[in-house]
Nanobody, 124 residues
Framework: QVQLVESGGGSVQAGGSLRVSCVVS????????MGWFRQAPGKEREFVGGINWSGGTKRYADSVKGRFTISRDNAKNTVYLQMDSLKPEDTAVYYCATQREMSIRTTMSQYTYWGQGTQVTVSS
């Protein structure tokens, strides 16, 4: 069974940076694309970005493009979300997910395996 565990969330002031990590166990991580999603209070979960199996292809939501960077370390079974120039509207619970496929998917329904989420709070 594939398990995903996020860490690294926290509180930061606007303009600051945070990096969240997601460790994957129980599967062939190096063969999987990974996605990051977020859910703010009262809102639907939304796609933040994704990275393909090799790290050679990345996709980002327009709202985070140029500020967030996704990377992966296949030797550590870990995917990262580096968040810079954070804004109060980035406040949300951040989730990593995988569908155990090589290509990036961008909608919630396309993912089967999810982490428990990590809270990111950005104050103004």
């Amino acid at each position: 069974q594939v398990q995903l565990v996020e860490s690294g969330g926290g509180s930061v002031q606007a303009g600051g940076s945070l990096r969240v990590s997601c460790v994957v166990s129980g599967g062939a991580f190096s063969s999987y694309a990974m996605g990051w999603f977020r859910q703010a209070p009262g809102k639907e979960r939304e796609f933040v970005g994704g990275i393909n199996w090799s790290g050679g292809t990345k996709r980002y939501a327009d709202s985070v493009k140029g500020r967030f960077t996704i990377s992966r370390d296949n030797a550590k079974n870990t995917v990262y979300l580096q968040m810079d120039s954070l804004k109060p509207e980035d406040t949300a619970v951040y989730y990593c997910a995988t569908q155990r496929e090589m290509s990036i998917r961008t909608t919630m329904s396309q993912y089967t395996y999810w982490g428990q989420g990590t809270q990111v709070t950005v104050s103004s």
